[in-house]
């Protein structure tokens, strides 16, 4: 595989007696996006600051686009790295446009790729008002388009998407899947496990400062343990369901005239295979996010 963008050997980062994050592992690549996900407190957003170089580790080392974040050489790499914090508050004053001017010379970029930027991520029409009228979904955009100057390999949002509706939270992961796809790292942080469904290559569960798991969704949930549930609606409910074993033993009846049967992935296509004529409808339920997060925590209260 290609090289690391970002790559975390043991680390550990404790405030006073408050361990934030033990022994973390972990390796991003480029063109993958990554969710981070855990509780309040889970230690999320001291990792992406390890990763930043804005904090050092009380153990373990960060290499951040093949350097030490933190070191005396981190200057150079920093202007490769974007990041949108948890909280960004903007001058209300400002307009979009000089928002943007001020952190490019901050970040010491061209301003002149700053309209592009701002196109990209859907403000051209906007860069001339004030951010102060702008809506929480604009601002969390003006963020994204700071994040993005001087084209960063790897960005690094500290939940980008809490507070948008389910619409602007679409264009949001549009915007990182095109990143992403040009080759960028992104990592984003999120407690809205859901929503990740179907929006990054990975998952990495956090709880109480330590790595839970580390994969794909499908690999997660066979990790988890949780099997999906095959429900179907017969044109007519057969009475054996209910008088006793025939055909349809393993199969539980649900409200509504369905019938319900909890099978291992690997024995999914056979059984849909044999399903008889008389099915009129199919649903695979498969665990969600949140479930998976579920199980894990569970196994970890159970340890
Ligand atoms: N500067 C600090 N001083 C003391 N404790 C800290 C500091 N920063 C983080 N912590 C503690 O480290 C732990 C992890 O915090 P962190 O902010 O990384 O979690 P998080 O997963 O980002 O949480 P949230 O979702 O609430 O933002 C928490 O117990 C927090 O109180």
Known sequence: MNEATIRLDGVTKTFGRQVAVQDIDLVLHPGECVGLVGHNGAGKSTLI????????????TVRTLGGDPAGAEA??????????????????????????????????????ANAGLLARVGL???????VGTYSKGMRQRLGL????????????LDEPTSGLDPAARQEFYEILRALRDAGACVLLSSHALAELEGQVDRVVVMDRGRKMADGSLSALRRLAGIRPRLRIRLAEAPRAVVNGPDDWAGWSPLPGGLLET????????????DLPPEVTEVDIVRPSLDDVYAAFLRREGDA
């Open 124 to 130: 051209a029409g906007a860069a001339r008002r004030r």
């Open 262 to 273: 909890v099978c291992d992935e690997a024995d999914l296509p056979g059984l849909l295979r």
């Open 145 to 156: 388009a700071q994040a993005l100057l001087g084209q960063p390999r790897a960005l690094l």
């Open 49 to 60: 600051k390890l990763m930043l170089g804005l904090i050092r580790p009380s153990a373990g």
């Open 75 to 112: 200057g150079r790499a920093r202007a490769a790295l974007g990041y949108l914090p948890e909280n960004v508050a903007f001058q209300p004053a400002m307009t979009g446009a000089e928002t943007l001017a001020f952190y490019a010379r901050l970040k010491r970029q061209d301003v002149r």
